[in-house]
């Protein structure tokens, strides 16, 4: 099988993007998405993302984890493909895409500037916390546990550096409590408090299984946890910097948080041809 793809990140976070306006492929089972996402021996990516028509929108969003596994949403994703989408002439600089947890709004200013509506599943905020049987360290604090499209555990810490994010994120996103689904595990930082809330965030990525340079649903989770706490709940911030270890990612709230934008770049890295014989 021979398909068109390009490699696209948004802030670090890597993916394989495919055109499949025209319903050329039907490619997406588990093995085949593993093996195109895994590094040295295939494409390498955090994920696959599939660019298809919708009856309800201006494109649809498909998108599978490494692990081969899809998903309901991915922020950083969805900026990606929407940029694909335009230099593709299938949309217009504000658009709607459909993904599997609903119709959300985009705008794209640049390369630079794609924003994207992330939506908040408040049935599933309401009934699960942090597991009662583990212990953190001192240094590290529950703060949240919110579904920004998909569920994400929220941590404040002091010294986000030296987190052994790899083994406690790998802990918790594979804890019984949050099964049967997991969990994505954010730690975070406060790193400025001014006149603007400034979060360091990095984040062990469900389905990648490993931390990734950018989350932007993590981002998200982590912005929406701390307006809220009590040391910066009267500030009516509007907009807040998320720094993650592949760059700057902004969360823009509107409407007093009723619509909640993210904004950052894109690149496109490169195209090509994946071929391999053992996939039909």
Sequence with gaps: MTMEFFKMHGTGNDFIVVDNFENRYNAWKTDFVKAICTRRTGVGADGLLVLEKSNQADFRMRYFNSDGNESEM????????????????????????E????????????????????????????????????????????????????????????????????DLGAELRFHKYYKPEGTNVNFAEVQKTTK?????????????DMETLSCGTGATAAALTFIKDKRFIDRNLQKIRINTRGGILNIHLENQGDKIYVDGPVVIVYKGIYSREDFS
């Design 74 to 97: 991915c922020v950083n994703g969805s900026r990606c493909i929407s940029y694909f989408a335009l230099i593709r002439g299938y949309i217009k600089n504000i658009y709607k895409f």
């Design 99 to 166: 993904a599997p947890d609903g119709i959300h709004d985009g705008k794209i200013n640049s390369a630079a500037s794609v924003f994207v509506e992330v939506k908040v599943n408040k049935t599933m905020n309401e009934s699960r916390t942090f597991p009662i049987d583990f212990k953190l360290r001192e240094d590290i604090y529950f703060r949240n546990f919110i579904n920004t499209g998909v569920p994400h555990l929220v941590l404040e810490c002091t010294d986000i550096e030296n987190i052994p994010v790899a």
């Design 196 to 208: 603007e809330l400034v979060l360091r965030v990095r984040t062990f990525e469900r389905g990648v």
